[in-house]
């Protein structure tokens, strides 16, 4: 076997990714996991995990990926800081196509996540980990007691706002245009809530603060004026973007970019010795536990399905 071919090979380096390759290591395949040039997934720029079991004090999102990742070489995997350019999975034999390098495997398992979408802003990033948020169920109890805002207006924004509320004592809902696109259901349901203001027509430029956050400021979309909102956090709940490009036209994707598992399995795609893990396919709970719970049955399933190749 030559140094570009593999057992398997794990196109990602987030929870979904390396728990895949501890498995797959651990099971004696000759693993390569491609992680991307920014490496270890969302948890990179989070703070404080509090809800990854076996941690009762929390985990910085860092540290937790650079544990899996350490762990994973300790199996024997073998990690490349490297984007993937395309891929050829018509074959038995699939092919990676990493700068001018290929590496081939016969199983392939896709976990490459989801980028959340930002709104652009210096601010933003300024203040990430520090107030700013892209995860209400990952962040939302470092916020108990306090004023926070939600930015969106489809269903992901109207249900943080509405999970929000368990803990904040006030949650701002922010929206850029005069109406929800969110479901009459959830539109229902935040209006009526008493924890919860609307703030229609109104677009955050900047996120204000000295060590967090302490307001934002917004501009009225109809008639430009300026407003000052003082609060202690801000979600962004714009929408997510898998990270799917490099697959188009090689594999089964939705309209929003996400990866179709094979009907009535986890894990499986339509093509065989492909498998995909994480929340390059989850659309749903993007949450760490799910996306190594899911990089787990993918191992397992490349393990299956190599076994009865042989």
Same mark, same amino acid.
């Given at each position: 076997m030559t140094e570009n071919?593999? &057992?398997?090979?794990? @196109?990602?380096? /987030?929870?979904?990714?390396? *728990? $895949?390759?501890?498995?797959?290591?651990?099971?004696?395949?000759?693993?390569?996991?491609?992680?991307?040039?920014?490496?270890?997934?969302?948890?990179?720029?989070?703070?404080?995990?509090?809800?990854?079991?076996?941690?009762?004090?929390?985990?910085?999102?860092?540290?937790?990926?650079?544990?899996?990742?350490?762990?994973?070489?300790?199996?024997?995997a073998n990690i490349l800081d490297?984007?993937?350019?395309?891929?050829?999975?018509?074959? &038995?034999?699939?092919? @990676?196509?990493? /700068?001018?390098?290929?590496? *081939? $495997?016969?199983s392939i398992i896709i976990a490459t996540g989801a980028s959340a979408m930002w709104l652009g802003l210096d601010s933003e990033k300024k203040f990430m980990g520090r107030g700013v948020s892209g995860c209400a169920t990952c962040d939302g109890a470092f916020f108990r007691d306090k004023t926070i805002a939600v930015v969106g207006g489809g269903d992901s924004a109207l249900e943080e706002a509405t999970f929000l509320t368990r803990?904040?004592?006030k949650v701002y809902l922010i929206h850029r245009k005069s109406e929800f696109r969110a479901s009459k259901v959830m539109q229902e349901r935040v209006l009526s809530n008493p924890k919860i203001s609307v703030l229609f027509n109104k677009r955050v430029n900047e996120i204000i603060g000295d060590k967090k956050v302490s307001s934002v400021k917004l501009s009225d979309t109809i008639d430009n004026s300026e407003s000052t909102l003082e609060l202690e956090g801000v979600f962004i709940a714009i929408g997510h973007r898998p990270n799917t490009d490099f697959l188009k036209g090689s594999i089964n994707i939705?309209?929003?970019?996400?990866?179709?598992?094979?009907?009535?399995?986890?894990?499986k795609t339509d093509i065989e010795g492909v498998f995909v893990a994480g929340d390059v396919f989850d659309h749903r709970y993007r949450q760490a536990i799910t996306a190594a719970g899911s990089g787990c049955k993918a191992a397992i399933e490349v393990e299956k399905y190599l076994e009865e190749k042989v």
């Open positions: 071919q593999y &057992d398997t090979i794990i @196109i990602g380096s /987030g929870p979904a990714g390396l *728990t $895949a390759a501890i498995y797959t290591s651990r099971a004696k395949l000759n693993t390569l996991v491609i992680g991307g040039y920014v490496s270890g997934g969302q948890l990179m720029i989070t703070s404080e995990v509090e809800n990854f079991p076996g941690f009762p004090d929390g985990v910085m999102g860092p540290e937790l990926m650079m544990n899996m990742r350490k762990q994973a070489e300790k199996m024997g490297m984007d993937v350019d395309k891929v050829d999975l018509s074959k &038995d034999i699939k092919e @990676i196509f990493v /700068g001018d390098k290929i590496f *081939t $495997a016969p803990f904040a004592s939705d309209e929003k970019g996400y990866i179709i598992p094979k009907q009535n399995s986890d894990v």
